[in-house]
């Protein structure tokens, strides 16, 4: 999200930690006992004892990563062993010299002074018998930022908790004589500084090999004059077990070409745009620095273009700050050690990639030599949408692949230039999201940072809280939105219940801050090619927050407030109605997200929305090639209900073209990612960013015809009305249900369509074909029993049907 109005004065967050502190009388420091951590042991974070620089240019010099280690001796055959560790910041953990887990940039990002997650490991394979050494290295992470002032004023050091890396842990033995024994962080520990020189998520890693210390993470190694760990202030957020996917690699992608752009420079193109990392066989000499730059972009002669991926739009000298680079674009250097052939792979940062730039080898690397590691929150992906139509297939995947790009424990606008959990793209798109992937312990995670990031007086924009809040209710009712599509799409009535209470409370927050009902301030359709008033979009999110809390009101037994905000529902759409329907628009207003937003909120009256549809044909007729022009709600309005009032073949034939603008356009001038803009943009804007992938919700949703019925949460029941646009052959699509998979496929074969259905176990669903008066059979697989006369309706196309496997054909 571009800061176009960031002179807004950021907002002081009041730390609040609900954990007890306990004195440690033989140092007069803090040590933490927590229940979350199954035991009455004491154990402390531990860190260097290093200050903090004085000054904010300072920050830019080496400031190496510490690296501590532990040894322990096993006297007894052991059963059973559990790591349980997090940080402030990011840490990688080793035993005897392997590494703990398959988690990267762990722990997940949050406001660590209200909550920290830990994660534990069974380690029990990585133990020897007798001698055995635990090691952990510190990263940044957002917990030492940088003071980069992004747009020349946004330090993220003035508004997150911030300090230095440290961390806690303990190992829970259990030995086979139903013994246990406990190893915890404490100043027993010893450290020192390992090779990684510098490491920032935004702007990267400095590696230098001359200063690997073989052999400090395994027993026996002589830590003598390695220093001993400092208790550290713990950071104040409460500690709590991971319950949602870690940050992993999945997937390694393979170079699709390496080229020289310059003397002594090459080009790696990894095919696609993507986030993450790499690993990369080096060899050269001692001393040798390897710089590694990275763009979503080349430019005409083939050079690298890293601008659309520049933190903060830090592009020239000054903007940054004191120290800051001229241009804060994501780069790696290895300076190569004693060993002059090594692979590298950077461990505390993350980058958003189709290129890299590769400058200070010898020669040009072989396509074996370079690894490209994909890396996102390993959310289960089992759902799937693909079709006879190759753009459509393209769209599809370059959907998929933004939107795991931009979940790294917050799910970002955009994985590189910002990374910030901004509420307007989830509002935007975590409907889009939950199609495509498992999304609801991620999404608890997501509300709790919205629950630690919010106040009671003032929108704010992100969660974590990085001090923007100019964006307003569109932005903050994200919380509340995505908690009602965790219960419509899994049932999950006990957050509802648990949030309650705070979800009253921050309507009682909205009704104060827009006392009249109308949202007269905060960013509207962002990216709109024609301008919408945050009067319209405003006011709808908060229509759809009166909705939403009839429906929490009735789960929670609350049915003064269930007729409370059923009377603001009323009053809304009566606003809303008078001021962009009943009264003439005579400000220039993009009408294509008005007329959608009329209809996807169900403001009018039924006469009254064939004709908003009416309008809202001629308002796409007029555009360039007939498109949409709409922004990162419109979109989303625009799709829904062009086919739910005219037709979903209507949307088809836009989105299966190639002009501007639209996502053909995109697909066709080489995208493999979803851009920010309509508009193609090699400088400033994300080519990598979700809010326009709203089109896949509609693939779903539309030609799928997979949908979730909001009087039966959780797909208890649901519908299944797949459309059959005229220039599509065929669909398969799939839908993982709390109740098991949904399939629903189709396939046009000369005078005939063949749909094949599968409702799971418990379930029913709703099913609405198009017949038009054709004839309408049906087979059950694996049952010989049935008959199509036990399905009422079956020659209207509208018809139950209940658990099982089915074949219907419409000739």
Same mark, same amino acid.
């Given at each position: 999200m571009k800061e176009k109005a960031i002179f807004v004065v950021g907002l002081f967050l009041t730390v609040i930690s609900a954990v007890s502190i306990l004195g440690c009388s033989q140092k007069n420091t803090k040590t933490t006992e927590r229940e979350d951590w199954s035991s009455d042991e004491k154990v402390s974070w531990i860190g260097d004892n290093k200050p903090q620089p004085a000054f904010d240019s300072l920050f830019y010099e080496n400031d190496p990563s510490p690296i501590f280690?532990?040894?322990?001796?096993?006297?007894?055959?052991?059963?059973?062993?559990?790591?349980?560790?997090?940080?402030? !910041?990011?840490? +990688?953990?080793?035993?005897?010299?392997?590494?703990?887990?398959?988690? =990267? /940039?762990? *722990?997940?990002?949050?406001?660590?002074?209200?909550?920290?997650?830990?994660s534990e490991y069974d380690v029990t394979q990585l133990l020897a018998q007798k001698e055995n050494c635990l090691g952990v290295t510190l990263g940044n992470g957002f917990y030492n930022p940088l003071p980069l002032r992004m747009w020349g004023n946004r330090n993220l050091r003035k508004t997150l908790p911030v300090g230095r890396p440290v961390f806690t842990a303990k190992m829970i033995i259990e030995y086979e004589d139903g013994k246990t024994d406990q190893f915890v962080t404490d100043e027993s520990w010893k450290f020192a500084y390992g090779p990684i020189q510098k490491n920032n998520v935004y702007i990267g890693e400095v590696y230098d090999a001359r200063n690997e210390i073989q052999g400090w993470n395994s027993p026996g190694f002589d830590d003598a004059e390695?220093?001993?760990?400092?208790?550290?202030?713990?950071?104040? !957020?409460?500690? +709590?077990?991971?319950?949602?996917?870690?940050?992993?690699?999945?997937? =390694? /992608?393979? *170079?699709?070409?390496?080229?020289?752009?310059?003397?002594?420079?090459?080009?790696?193109?990894?095919?696609?745009?993507?986030?993450?990392?790499?690993?990369?066989r080096i060899s050269g000499d001692t001393g040798d620095s390897i710089v590694f730059r990275f763009g979503e972009r080349i430019y005409p002669d083939g050079s690298l273009n890293p601008k659309t991926t520049v933190c903060g739009q830090i592009k020239r000298p000054g903007v940054g700050g004191p120290g800051a680079p001229d241009v804060a674009w994501q780069t790696d250097t290895y300076v190569i050690g004693e060993k002059t052939k090594a692979w590298f792979q950077p461990?505390?940062?993350?980058?958003?990639?189709?290129?890299?730039?590769?400058?200070?080898?010898?020669?040009?690397?072989?396509?074996?030599?370079?690894?490209?590691?994909?890396?996102?929150?390993?959310?289960?992906?089992?759902?799937?949408?693909?079709?006879?139509?190759k753009l459509l297939n393209s769209i599809q995947k370059a959907s998929e692949r933004t939107f795991?790009?931009?979940?790294?424990?917050?799910?970002?606008?955009?994985?590189?230039?910002?990374?910030?959990?901004?509420?307007?793209?989830?509002?935007?798109?975590?409907?889009?999201?939950?199609?495509?992937?498992?999304?609801?312990?991620?999404?608890?995670?997501?509300?709790?940072d919205w629950v630690d990031a919010i106040n009671d007086s003032v929108f704010i924009d992100t969660a974590p809280f990085v001090g923007i809040n100019y964006c307003g209710l569109s932005w903050e009712s994200a919380f509340l939105t995505t908690q009602y599509y965790?219960?419509?799409?899994?049932?999950?009535?006990?957050?509802?219940?648990?949030?309650?209470?705070?979800?009253?409370?921050?309507?009682?927050?909205?009704?104060?801050?827009?006392?009249?009902?109308?949202?007269?301030?905060?960013?509207?359709?962002?990216?709109?090619?024609?301008?919408?008033?945050?009067?319209?979009?405003?006011?709808?999110?908060?229509?759809?927050?009166?909705?939403?809390?009839?429906?929490?009101?009735?789960?929670?037994?609350?049915?003064?407030?269930?007729?409370?905000?059923?009377?603001?529902?009323?009053?809304?759409?009566?606003?809303?109605?008078?001021?962009?329907?009943?009264?003439?628009?005579?400000?220039?207003?993009?009408?294509?997200?008005?007329?959608a937003s009329l209809l996807y909120f169900d403001v009018l009256s039924e006469e009254e929305n064939i004709a908003a549809a009416d309008s809202l044909l001629i308002a796409i007729k007029k555009e360039p090639a007939g498109?949409?022009?709409?922004?990162?709600?419109?979109?989303?309005?625009?799709?829904?209900?062009?086919?739910?009032?005219?037709?979903?073949?209507?949307?088809?034939?836009?989105?299966?073209?190639?002009?501007?603008?639209?996502?053909?356009?995109?697909?066709?001038?080489?995208a493999t990612t979803i851009w920010e803009t309509w508009k193609e943009s090699d400088n400033t804007y994300s080519n990598c960013h979700p809010m326009f992938g709203t089109v896949s919700e509609w693939f779903y949703r539309w030609l799928g015809g997979i949908e979730p019925d909001k009087d039966f949460p959780g797909f208890k029941k649901f519908k299944l009305h797949p459309s059959v646009p005229e220039n599509l052959d065929s669909v398969k699509c799939s839908y993982q249900s709390p109740f098991g998979k949904i399939?629903?496929?189709?396939?046009?074969?000369?005078?005939?369509?063949?749909?094949?259905?599968?409702?799971p176990n418990g379930t029913t669903a709703f099913v609405n074909l198009p017949t038009s008066g054709k004839s309408v059979t049906i087979q059950k697989e694996e049952d010989s029993d049935f008959s199509s006369a036990e399905v009422k309706g079956l020659q209207t196309g509208k018809f139950d049907l209940t658990e099982g496997s089915y074949t219907v054909v419409i000739d």
């Open positions: 280690r532990k040894e322990f001796k096993l006297e007894k055959t052991i059963k059973s062993a559990r790591l349980l560790i997090t940080a402030a !910041g990011y840490y +990688e953990a080793t035993i005897n010299g392997k590494r703990v887990g398959k988690n =990267r /940039l762990d *722990p997940a990002w949050t406001d660590f002074s209200k909550r920290i997650y830990y390695w220093l001993d760990a400092v208790i550290k202030e713990e950071p104040g !957020g409460k500690l +709590e077990k991971a319950f949602f996917p870690p940050i992993q690699i999945t997937q =390694r /992608l393979t *170079p699709t070409s390496i080229y020289s752009s310059s003397p002594g420079v090459c080009i790696a193109d990894m095919g696609v745009n993507f986030t993450g990392t790499f690993r990369m461990e505390f940062t993350f980058h958003t990639y189709r290129y890299i730039e590769i400058s200070g080898l010898k020669s040009k690397p072989e396509l074996s030599d370079i690894e490209g590691l994909a890396m996102n929150t390993n959310v289960s992906a089992e759902n799937s949408f693909s079709c006879s139509n795991l790009a931009n979940l790294q424990s917050v799910q970002s606008d955009c994985p590189a230039r910002e990374k910030f959990g901004y509420g307007g793209d989830l509002n935007a798109t975590s409907e889009t999201f939950i199609y495509n992937f498992d999304m609801n312990s991620f999404y608890r995670k997501t509300i709790y965790l219960l419509l799409y899994y049932n999950n009535v006990d957050l509802v219940k648990e949030l309650y209470d705070f979800d009253k409370k921050w309507m009682e927050k909205v009704a104060r801050i827009h006392p009249n009902g109308i949202v007269d301030s905060g960013l509207s359709d962002h990216e709109s090619l024609e301008p919408v008033p945050v009067e319209l979009t405003g006011t709808c999110h908060y229509l759809f927050c009166a909705q939403i809390m009839q429906r929490f009101a009735a789960l929670t037994g609350n049915s003064a407030d269930e007729k409370m905000y059923q009377e603001l529902e009323q009053k809304l759409k009566k606003s809303i109605k008078e001021r962009f329907w009943n009264t003439p628009v005579e400000e220039g207003i993009n009408k294509q997200t008005l007329f498109h949409f022009i709409t922004g990162i709600f419109g979109t989303k309005y625009i799709l829904e209900a062009l086919s739910k009032y005219v037709s979903p073949n209507h949307v088809f034939e836009i989105v299966n073209s190639k002009k501007y603008p639209g996502w053909g356009f995109m697909i066709d001038k080489g399939v629903s496929n189709w396939k046009k074969e000369t005078d005939k369509t063949i749909y094949n259905f599968r409702i």
